[in-house]
């Protein structure tokens, strides 16, 4: 039988009324008496749980309106991920459903939320996922349905962990019996027209990048800015085992670098000269297999110095080693060069330029990211990728009248550029 998710408003106001919270409570399906909203979401209730599936891991937490009450990461060993080599993603998908139940029962929750012990037995009043490798697509929460799950099989934009985030999501949601989202996936395109063109019409530029932690960190600067996103212009610089440094005006993010270009990080190349590399990949001595890895999973960071850990890359500087330094100074480099050209993008009008991702953590390079960077505008630093918490942060807005859930077969309109240039890709965009 089709999935038929809860029916949700199509439309709620920004600004708070009673409307807003009538509607927000008719989209809460454990309200007790949705005709009272004043009863009902006027005060905080219900748990929302999380889920991250990753390369390697898969993260889940359980989140109320005022912040995590458990994060958890499971990680998925070589031995354990080899019996399912040559096979679709979605051939993961109950074992991963089955650890995140397992690791539930462990913490005192069921698939419906706490055990039935405490004081405090507020349900799961919604499940969110990590959004995947969907058509591009606006920013925003999307309601998983039927067309989602079919595009999410059919693994038509490429096989990546990311896919079984609405899948999970959806899994745990019939058990719940709520709905199932996700929020800002990693194909939202919100870039102007002439960000897509290239010196070849044989060459379109994906936009593919980390818009859930990019979007949220933005977010969550204006909210203690106290001013609208809509109002500024940020540079956001995500820096993990990817790296998206992207420009945002009036609430879009207009232009960034894609995971084929930019600046290289602790396993991936980013740019490279192009003749050089047509030359490399007719050399016959590797295979597209090969140098696809050697591009995602085995570059930047590993290819020079064998580990894809910054926190070794700053023991080995501390030592002396003269290549690690080297190194290190080329990546910071090209990551404050690239938000050097997303400030031009906003024409030099830049609010303030946000640092997250897990290399945020690192004092060093922050140290020398401002000292390249300084003169363009602020800088604000959000360590660590915090996408459940995203996650969470988006489903509440929905389930608080804030903003609509969208739908995806509703929202397919990118420009047919972004169509045109989308190709299949299998990738590792943690």
Known sequence: ?????????????ASPSRRTLYLAAMTDPRNPDPRNPDQSLSQPRGRVLTINPGSTST???????????????????????ARFKGRPMVAR?????????KALEEAGYTQTGPRATGQDTEPFVAIAGRGGFLPPLPCGTYLVDDSMVEELHLARGGEHASNLGALLALKFAQAA????????????????????VTG??????????????????????????????QDLRLIVAHMGSGITVSAHQHGRTIDSNTIEEGPFGPDRTGGL????????CFSGIYNEKQLDRMV???????????????REVERRIDSGDAEASLVFEAMVYQIAKEAGAMAAVLSGNVDAILLTGGMAHSHRVIACLRDRLAFIAPLRVYPGENELQALAEGVFRVLDGIEPAKRLREEEGVPAQAMATRGRLVIGLE
């Open 1 to 13: 039988m089709p999935f038929r998710p809860k029916p949700v408003p199509s439309h709620c106001p």
């Open 59 to 81: 993260k889940f937490g359980i989140y109320t309106r005022n912040g995590a009450e458990i994060e958890q990461t499971i990680s998925h060993g070589d031995e354990e991920l």
């Open 93 to 101: 998908l109950d074992y991963r459903a089955a650890l995140i139940a």
């Open 177 to 196: 019996q709520v709905n199932a989202y996700i929020v800002d996936p990693v194909t939202v395109d919100e870039w102007q027209p002439c960000a897509r």
């Open 200 to 229: 070849s019409p044989l060459v379109g530029r994906t936009c593919i990048t980390h818009a859930l932690n990019t979007k949220a960190v933005a977010k969550r600067f204006a909210a203690e800015l106290g001013r609208p996103y």
């Open 273 to 280: 000269p192009v003749r050089k590399l047509i030359k490399l």
């Open 296 to 310: 995602f999973g085995e570059g930047g960071l590993f290819a020079w110095l064998g580990t894809r850990d910054l």
